[in-house]
């Protein structure tokens, strides 16, 4: 029987990697759960009203996204629309023209990763680099993250420390303390000489405007403490009510991504730098893009514009554990791609209509979604649009036949008592598909239809 | 990009139309989020230098302290916010010398910043970074020693506190310990772009 | 679901018994210990004999027409008001929430006093409960008399998330004399069998399993168990065929064993 491209992905995965990616994953999970639990009395409350919360954000958008506008316009901060990728790109581009301006310096965001916001610069003679460590590495590898919070997951240190050699950062050497080094002098230069810094967002308030970015590294203090130019990217679902939200949604991001109370570092952005201070931006600009997010508040899924960007998901999920983000072909894997992935590519839906399959709907991931986001359910809603968009589907058996049998209960009754000769059949001659694939890897237990009604209608004869 | 805007407001509108009811928006007490070791909590310093070891920076009472960390370490060259120097500069012996002007062109010439926080919170070792309280960005950002000093009043216990207490200012920093990563597998590597050493001098 | 919502038994104890269609093919010792359980609490059981499956294998694999199909004939196969008590977490979980979801598209927005099918469907929901939650948080057993000396590995299925069964399947098991729970590392972790799921993604479906077959083994229990067949069909069928069996039981089998053991049954 055919069987799905995620499951052959995983089926050929390197174990090194393998083990990589659920060594890395089980531990985020483990700190997780262990600086939740000691820190809070009842973190699931936290969660379910984290989730209330930005649910009445993503469904009253058409209120919050003109104000959010407004807060920023009267700060002195430059706001643009981009409805698609291609418009995204074009605005970064055209604000950097607008200031003769040809090196960016990046700091992490999903965002441009969907876009290919990075690809397209170069193409237009911008040299755009990478500053999150684990970005860059895959930038100087050409390679992909493979994981939203932790992107080279998927790489040890000797396949970074050749890659450096090969990009000219000095002769081999994989002493993790050297790789970062190297890392920091290189992109010191960078961050000096850029004209422009571009951020993504990880909040931004309603109340007062402000954007919220969270890291470890002090990439994005560097992209907006050097150069004069600052250009932040942020999905439309983004924001946040009230600035106080902060305090319940500071706590709980870092703490499920990483098991860290806070990153080292929360930056709070509301304008240009102050008339005093000579470090920073000069100009700032917001480029809101929606890049088919309209399409899935529109969707039955609409939940999963809830999603804060933890990675929690990821971290907990057996199947990404064993697959890897790779896997998933597309900017975000892991359960929250799963669903977010397939809607995004709008049109293209039935490319990647095998996501949503790829789980057991064991329900891990919304224990842990700081959100509370229902992603079985949501998973499910998609199986179903699939199905009847005629999306094919390997290694699925058809069930038409089952609901037959499991409507018409003499039918079903015959079968229970015919099916004994499955007992009595060689595994190759058994007429289901999907049992012969089962029976490859599995000892089938012996078939005794109608034991169970025949000793009950017995016993009550007594 | 005007007729974006329009296009993405009217495709939320469209979206959101056939809603019978929106989802309401919750309150929430801040005392749900103050962490354990932090309630009922009398002195803020103490908890605050114990949170800041956590996450291995180093908090200090007294500017001879500070002398005495960056001399036993070799650091002997850096900058100083020229606000802050006149409290500072009598406990610092000629062999550290100490620029009150950056000079960005010579970046790796500072191996420490001192440079003013506006506010400490305790329960998370942080200190509070803001663009008018900081003389210049990079020289709290590029050195590999960054000092905040923060006196005993500016501090609170928790993060709703601390939201409560933004200023409005264009650019603030919470940071928390020195910069890291765990990019590469997984080990915990400090000093990234930021700071490898994050001191707090409390001053009175 | 909140509590007060759901529909607890009458004084004369009346249950109708789902017994799964796996127990129907396969485990008829469950279905059967589950009558004899039930029975010695003081309950009632009557076997509606036109039942066949909740209609979950054609749901979570995204036939939903075919699955509605299933989930209408189980309404009118489980017609009446009495609690419907199932020994299966999965099962259970279909019937109350799985079900609503299967039909929020069609008919009627349910509780408006109509017969549309959503309000049928709730009204079945709020009967059905899972076998262990039934017997601890309905009936309020919270000891179990009987014996069974041996030691087990405790496997919760996925669809309890959420529920009070894996806690009630804790509570009524550690109280038996002479039976030990030994510790599985990774437990919340699921055994990989997902229905279709192990047919259409084996690799992975199969290092589930056997990554959650190397932390049972490691606890050396002498029996396997669980409150859903499905999982211990897999993670059984996994050991089995790589020539290491393992023991499985249902944890109903094991409390009607205890009883037996006590002369009790």
């Given at each position: 029987m055919a069987t799905q491209p995620i499951d052959q992905f995983a089926k050929r995965l390197h174990p090194d990697t393998k083990a990589a990616v659920y060594d890395g994953s089980k531990q985020g999970h483990d700190k997780r759960t262990q600086v939740l639990f000691d820190h809070f009395p009842d973190p699931d409350r936290l969660r379910r009203i984290a989730g209330e919360i930005k649910q009445h954000v993503v469904e009253n958008l058409d209120t919050y996204l003109p104000q959010v506008e407004a807060r920023l316009q009267a700060h002195g901060v430059t706001v643009h629309w981009a409805a698609t990728a291609e418009a995204a790109n074009a605005a970064v581009l055209a604000i950097m023209r607008s200031r003769g301006a040809t090196r960016m310096v990046k700091s992490k965001t999903m965002v441009s990763e969907e876009t290919g916001l990075g690809p397209f610069l170069e193409k237009n003679g911008i040299e755009c680099v990478e500053t999150d460590l684990g970005e860059f590495i895959v930038q100087i590898d050409h390679d992909q993250p493979s994981?939203?919070?932790?992107?080279?997951?998927?790489?040890n240190r000797r396949q970074i420390a050749a890659s450096f050699e090969r990009h000219g950062?000095?002769?081999?050497?994989?002493d993790p303390q050297t790789i970062t080094r190297r890392a920091r002098q290189h992109l010191r230069g960078k961050y000096l000489a850029a004209d422009v810094g571009l951020t993504g967002a990880n909040f931004v308030s309603a109340e007062s405007g402000r954007l919220v970015v969270v890291t470890n590294e002090g990439n994005s203090r560097f992209c907006l403490a050097a150069p004069a130019c600052h250009i932040a990217m942020v999905g439309i679902?983004?924001?946040?009510?009230?600035?106080?939200d902060l305090g319940l949604f500071l706590n709980l991001l870092a703490r499920s991504g990483?098991?860290?109370?806070?990153?080292?570092y929360t930056e709070f952005i509301s304008?240009?730098?102050?008339?005093?201070?000579?470090?920073?931006?000069?100009e700032m600009h917001v480029i809101f893009v929606d890049n088919g997010r309209t399409d899935v508040l529109a969707s039955?899924?609409?939940?999963?514009?809830?999603?804060?960007?933890?990675g929690a998901c990821l971290n907990v999920c057996p199947v990404y554990r064993q697959?890897?983000?790779?896997?998933?072909?597309?900017v975000y894997p892991g359960p929250v791609g799963a669903v977010l992935s397939p809607l995004l590519a709008?049109?293209?839906f039935a490319t990647l209509a095998d996501l949503p399959r790829a789980?057991?709907?064991?329900?891990a991931c919304h224990e842990v979604c700081p959100v509370d986001i229902p992603i079985p359910d949501l998973l499910l809603r998609l199986r179903d649009r699939a199905k009847q968009e005629g999306v094919p589907s390997p290694g699925t058996p058809p069930m038409g036949v089952w609901a037959l049998l499991a409507s018409r209960p003499a039918a079903w009754r015959a079968a229970l008592f015919g099916g004994k000769l499955i007992n009595h059949l060689p595994v190759t001659l058994v007429p289901v598909p999907a049992l012969r694939s089962w029976a490859g890897n599995h000892a089938l237990p012996e078939w005794r239809g109608g034991a169970f009604r025949t000793w009950l209608k017995d016993r009550r004869t007594k | 990009m005007n007729t974006d805007r329009e296009s993405i407001l009217s495709r939320v509108r469209g979206a959101l139309a056939p809603l019978p009811y929106r989802a309401a928006l919750p309150d929430w007490e801040a005392?749900?989020?103050?962490i354990r070791q932090a309630?009922?909590?009398?002195?803020a310093w103490t908890l605050f230098a114990e949170r800041l070891r956590g996450v291995n920076g180093i908090p200090l009472t007294a500017v001879a302290d500070l002398v005495a960390l960056l001399v036993e370490n070799g650091w002997r060259h850096g900058y100083c916010d020229p606000a802050l120097w006149p409290n500072l500069a009598?406990?610092?012996?000629?062999?550290i010398t100490v620029e009150t002007m950056f000079d960005r062109a010579r970046?790796?010439?500072?191996q420490f910043g001192i440079t003013r926080a506006s506010l400490a919170i305790a329960e998370t070792g942080t200190v509070v970074l803001t663009d008018t309280g900081t003389s210049r960005r990079l020289a709290a950002l590029a050195p590999w020693v960054h000092v905040a000093v923060v006196t005993r009043?500016?501090?609170?216990?928790d993060v709703p506190q601390a939201v409560a207490a933004l200023?409005?200012?264009p650019n603030i920093i919470w940071c928390t310990g020195p910069s890291k990563t765990a990019?590469?597998?997984?080990i915990l590597i400090e000093g990234?772009?930021?700071?490898?050493v994050q001191a707090v001098l409390l001053l009175d | 679901m909140n509590e007060s919502a759901r529909v607890f038994p009458d004084a004369a104890r009346r249950v109708q018994l789902m017994a799964t269609c796996l127990c129907d093919a396969f485990y008829d010792d469950v279905a059967r210990a589950t009558v004899e359980v039930l029975e010695f609490l003081g309950c009632t059981v009557e076997f509606p004999d036109g039942q066949t499956c909740c209609g979950q294998p054609a749901f979570n694999g995204g036939d939903w027409p075919s699955s509605r199909r299933v989930v209408r004939h189980a309404m009118r196969a489980f017609a009446g008001d009495v609690p419907v008590v199932v020994p299966s977490a999965s099962c259970a979980a279909m019937a109350r929430h799985g079900a609503l979801l299967a039909f929020e598209n069609e008919g009627d927005q349910g509780?408006?006093?109509?017969?549309?099918d959503q309000s049928e469907i709730r009204a079945l929901g709020r009967r059905t409960w899972e076998l262990a939650d039934f017997i601890v948080h309905?009936?309020?057993?919270?000891t179990w008399p009987g014996r069974y000396e041996a030691r087990v590995a405790l496997h919760r299925a996925c669809?309890?998330?959420?529920?009070r069964s894996s806690e009630a399947m804790q509570t009524l098991l550690g109280s038996i004399a002479g039976l030990t729970i030994v510790p599985v590392g990774?437990?919340?972790?699921?055994?990989?069998?997902g229905g279709t799921f192990s047919v259409s993604f084996p690799n992975i479906s199969s290092s589930m399993g056997a990554l959650k077959l190397e932390h049972i083994r490691a606890a050396r229990p002498d029996i396997l168990v669980s409150g859903d067949m499905s999982c211990l069909m897999h993670l059984c069928g996994l050991a089995g065929k790589a020539g290491e069996p393992i023991k499985g039981l249902h944890f109903v089998q094991l409390l009607r064993d205890a009883l037996q053991n006590n002369g009790v049954l």
């Open positions: 994981h939203i919070v932790k992107p080279i997951i998927h790489k950062l000095g002769a081999y050497d994989d679902e983004k924001i946040l009510p009230r600035d106080r990483t098991g860290q109370q806070l990153t080292v304008g240009p730098r102050s008339p005093g201070q000579p470090d920073g931006p000069e039955s899924c609409r939940d999963i514009l809830r999603c804060i960007r933890c697959a890897s983000g790779h896997a998933y072909r597309s709008g049109e293209d789980s057991t709907l064991c329900g | 005392e749900l989020v103050v309630r009922g909590m009398v002195d009598s406990a610092f012996p000629a062999t970046v790796d010439d500072y009043d500016e501090m609170v216990i200023p409005d200012d990019d590469v597998e997984g990234v772009h930021g700071p490898g | 509780d408006q006093g109509d017969q549309g309905a009936l309020g057993v919270t669809h309890a998330r959420g529920t990774e437990g919340e972790q699921c055994c990989g069998f």
